[in-house]
């Protein structure tokens, strides 16, 4: 049974970063882009005013950030394709009109029921439990829809691709149909269900609104405990939400106007020069993805193998500073959230814990992202702010993280990224410092023979830096052969095998894939 969970969790895994390495190489992109549509950064360089360098910040920020807000799509198509043993293409095909059918689903399930939400004038469909994607509103599952249908396609298409029909008419919904026929009957359940089944654990959710501004310190702490704990299944606005946008996290009357929501009155407090009231204690929300990420990363590196500690910190670096700069935290959250489950609780602590502690120095500091945090603390002034404290718990909280994710990698030797095990037997052949490349097909003939030849290839795959195969029957693996290209290490897990070739594995796979193809 346990091999089974680890085999589960390891398919999952790989499914997951096939649209994560992407989101990854994206993550420096969106920092240009916020760098330049920055207004506080261009109040201090007018030539970031001049209307083609807007135009260029503009045009990097949305494009990218368009993939960022649409990452339930991007896990349905990648995670699905990922699953699928072959024709991989005709999976991601299948789970995007899949995505469309049970966005659709729900949108119709709700306008006829009676019970699509109006969305407010000011925060729209915020706290509705409903969301516009696509142009399409429906319950806001927010990534966890994607992950889950994703997961649904890959498995059901394995399933049904091959299956045929005999008769002119039945004969139409053989192989790839068939699993497309499937899809359309799962889609149209799961869209129609999720507008029954979803609202109750989100009204869950936002029940605990009113423990959390009733409980003080230990409300402070849930609070911030929950926005990062809950970010895979996408309930995570529904507690910030209430605080940051409506009369619950803090109101201010300036004349005849009321201003309501943590954020719009700091807005106002600092365009008016007026002192910060406590309730921007809501907004700290930004502390640990302006700070916090710096020490999760640190962490990663420190950790990874040190013949994988460059190409890590190459892949996560950027990613942290994704986190800082733009408050884009995914791309780091789903590489360990669901792989080490221990990290992301204490994760969810450590933040939780650095809100109380801001709240009990009596911060009242701007910490939505590093670059608006230094230049608004610094023109509100320290008085206002008490932003030398702000930025000595950064630090603290950067030491925090690095430590206790150490310690726990470690002593439950958690494969975080550069981290994964090698067969140490082979990895002597593979010197680390010796880059693989493909220079002819015999070298990739090689892989495959010590693969067990392409009968005994189920299917050919790859994340960051390692080929990922799954074979039929492991007795025929020859790792002699598979040596011939140097490698970093070869690792077993029954019928999955891992070939470490570094950043250069996508060129390894797509040499594997073609030759395969050719016999």
């Known amino acids: 049974m346990k091999e089974k969970v680890m085999n589960g969790l390891e398919k999952f895994s790989k499914a997951m970063l096939s649209p994560l390495s992407y989101i990854s190489a994206a993550g420096l992109i969106l920092v240009l882009g916020a760098l330049l549509t920055s207004t506080s950064l261009s109040a201090m360089i007018p030539a970031l005013q001049w209307t083609p360098i807007k135009l260029l910040g503009q045009l990097i920020y949305n494009c990218i ?4 807000n649409n990452l339930s799509l991007m896990f349905c198509v990648g995670i699905a394709a990922a699953l699928a043993k072959k024709n991989k293409q005709q999976a991601a095909i299948i789970g995007l009109m899949s995505y469309f059918m049970y966005l659709t689903a729900g ?3 709700l306008t006829q029921l009676g019970m699509l939400a109006e969305a407010d004038p000011m925060v729209g469909l915020y ?10 509103q429906t319950v806001d599952m927010g990534v966890f829809g994607g992950i889950l249908l994703g997961l649904v396609c890959g498995w059901v298409y394995n399933r049904t691709c091959e299956k045929q029909f005999k008769g002119i008419i039945t004969q139409i919904y053989s192989g790839n149909r068939w699993s497309f026929t499937c899809m359309v009957v799962f889609s149209i359940l799961f869209g129609f269900g999720s507008c029954f ?6 009204n869950v959710i936002s029940a605990l609104t009113d423990l959390i501004a009733t409980s003080g310190n230990f409300g402070l702490f849930l609070y911030g405990f929950l926005e990062r704990f809950l970010i895979p299944t996408g309930l995570h606005h529904l507690i910030y939400t209430p605080f940051q946008f409506s009369a619950l996290g803090n109101s201010l009357t300036v004349g005849d106007a009321t201003y309501t929501g943590s ?3 700091m807005m106002m407090e600092y365009s008016m020069g007026l002192p910060f009231s406590d309730g921007i204690v809501w907004m700290y929300t930004g502390f640990t993805k302006t700070f916090g990420y710096f020490g999760i990363v640190a962490a990663f590196i420190f950790c990874a193998r040190k013949e994988n500690r460059k190409k890590t910190a190459a892949v996560l670096v950027p990613l942290a500073f994704t986190a800082s700069l733009a408050s884009i935290t995914e791309p780091l959250d789903f590489m360990f959230c669901f792989s080490a489950p221990i990290l992301w609780v204490a994760h969810a602590c450590i933040s ?5 502690l801001l709240h009990i120095f009596h911060v009242t500091g701007f910490t939505t992202n590093l670059l608006g945090s230094v230049l608004m603390n610094l023109s509100a002034g320290a008085d206002k702010t008490n932003y030398p404290i702000l930025y000595l718990l950064a630090l603290c909280q950067i030491a925090v993280y690095f430590v206790v994710f150490t310690l726990l990698i470690k002593t439950f030797n958690i494969h975080t990224p550069g981290r994964e095990e090698v067969s140490t037997e082979t990895a002597g052949s593979a010197a680390p410092a010796k880059k693989a490349s493909v220079k002819n097909a015999a070298e990739v003939q090689c892989i495959i023979d010590g693969l067990g030849g392409k009968e005994n290839i189920l299917s050919v795959d790859n994340c960051f830096t390692r080929l990922r195969v799954n074979i039929k029957d492991p007795a025929k693996l020859d790792e002699a052969a598979i040596n011939q290209l140097p490698n970093s290490g070869i690792v077993k897990k029954g019928t999955d095998i891992q070939i470490v070739y570094g950043l250069q594995v996508a060129d390894i796979k797509r040499a594997v894939e073609a030759q395969l193809e050719n016999q």
């Open 107 to 109: 949108n119709v399930t």
């Open 263 to 265: 954020y719009i009155v």
């Open 65 to 68: 950030m368009v993939i960022i």
């Open 352 to 356: 939780g814990l650095f809100i109380v």
């Open 127 to 136: 706290g509705t439990g409903q969301s516009t994607v696509f142009g399409i």
């Open 197 to 202: 089944f979803w609202p109750p654990v989100q």
